[in-house]
């Protein structure tokens, strides 16, 4: 799975952690498409768990500053996915994740760059710019 334009919310800061998933995406499809061991695969979902972490608390700090309304939602929204990412990680202590196993977060992520985080992206930018007075 390759960075497209189109999954651009126009923040670089925010584009380039958006970039972090795509990546390691691909690197848990190589993990699981080599048959590496199970604790490699979970390994790589774990360092997957942390960027995600990272990236949703960026994201929900600056919902916050700018009184997004739709932060409850949003924050909704990625417990969602940290919780399939959970079951996906028990999944590989019992038996073999395949690719389309992980498909289901990728879809879901890819989707919710281009749509929810979209969404708050045009909150903040129209709210920072009234800030300014421009
Ligand atoms: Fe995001
Ligand atoms: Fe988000």
Redesign the pocket.
Known sequence: MQWKDEYSVGVAEIDDQHRGFIDLFSVIDSAIGNRERWSEVFFKLEQLREHARFH?AV?ESLMRIHGYPKLQE?ID??KHFLAKLDQLQMTTLSRQVTMDTVQYLRDWYTE?MQG??RD?VRYISGAVRMAGGS
């Open positions: 949703f994201e949003h929204l990625h919710h929810a985080d708050y």
